[in-house]
Each structure stands twice: as structure tokens, then as C-alpha cells.
């Protein structure tokens, strides 16, 4: 659930950057670049919860082994949709 949680920020994000010049007229000032640092400090941070928030929360109450294994999954199923995502740019390509 917490890389499927990952995933759909980071689509989320994605589809923000990716449609953002259509509204944001940069005039050589330098607020987007601000804005763009913000929004990576704000995208780690979530990400850093999505991914370490409930197994530091099992650490804590003394439940070590679970909360490494919920750690390991994440990432591992972080991988899969990662190179599923990869797999679906290579078999869509025109």
C-alpha cells in the first residue's frame, strides 16, 4: 500500500511539472526556481513518510524485524512498479 501510495504522488507530481509552463509564465525571475526547490524539499518529505513514516513507528514500539521487512517490501515493490513503468514506455514506443 505504501508504494502504490508512492507511486500515485509521484504520477501526481509528474502530471503537475509536466503541465505547470502551460500556467506559470517565467519572466526570468527567479520564483521558479524556488518554486521547483520547494516543491522537491516538499516531495522527499512525503515521500521519506510514505516510506520510512509506519516501519519507524514499528522500530519504535520494539517490533524491529517487521518493521525491516515493511521497509524491504517497500522498496522491493517500489522496484517492481518502477520497472513496470519502464516496461510499458519500451513496449508503447512508436
Not at 516531495?43 to 519507524?56: D, I
Not at 517487521?66 to 519500451?90: D, K, Y
Amino acid at each position: 500500500m505504501h508504494a502504490l501510495a508512492a507511486f500515485f504522488y509521484v504520477f501526481l507530481v509528474a502530471m503537475f511539472m509536466t503541465n505547470v509552463e502551460h500556467y506559470v509564465n517565467n519572466n526570468g525571475t527567479a520564483i521558479v526556481p524556488v518554486a521547483m526547490l520547494l516543491l522537491f524539499v516538499t516531495s522527499a518529505a512525503v515521500m521519506g513518510m510514505l516510506v520510512f513514516g509506519k516501519p519507524v513507528m514499528l522500530y519504535i514500539d520494539g517490533k524491529k524485524q517487521e518493521a525491516v521487512r515493511l521497509v524491504g517490501w517497500t522498496i522491493a515493490s517500489l522496484a517492481v512498479i518502477t520497472l513496470c513503468v519502464f516496461a510499458f514506455l519500451i513496449l508503447t514506443r512508436a
